[in-house]
């Protein structure tokens, strides 16, 4: 059982999941721990929604926002911690 209970656990705690750059991680989580991907993305995003109704991808949210200029994680880290206008908020 191992890995698998924790990502049942997981994904029934609903949770909110935050990560950079990550459907290459929740592909590989679904299909590895939770079930087997299915054969278009659509039907991929509802079972993703279903077990992760909650997910942030901050490289997703850092590009819709346009102010950050690179999506690099490393960028985003140095931005927020050096840019008074994202500094002051944290």
């Keep these: ?5 924790v990502m049942q656990l997981l994904a029934n705690s609903k949770k ?3 990560g ?4 290459y991680d929740i592909t590989f989580l679904m299909n590895q721990f939770l079930k087997e991907l299915p054969s278009t993305f659509n039907e991929f ?3 993703v929604n279903n077990h992760f109704p909650r997910l ?9 926002v346009g102010t950050m200029g690179k999506t690099e994680l490393n960028h985003l880290y140095y931005k927020c911690c050096n840019d008074k206008k994202f500094s002051n908020n944290l």
């Design 1 to 5: 059982m191992g890995f698998s209970l």
């Design 16 to 18: 909110p999941l935050v």
């Design 20 to 23: 950079h750059n990550m459907i």
């Design 45 to 47: 995003s509802i079972d």
């Design 56 to 64: 942030y991808d901050t490289k997703v949210l850092s590009q819709e």
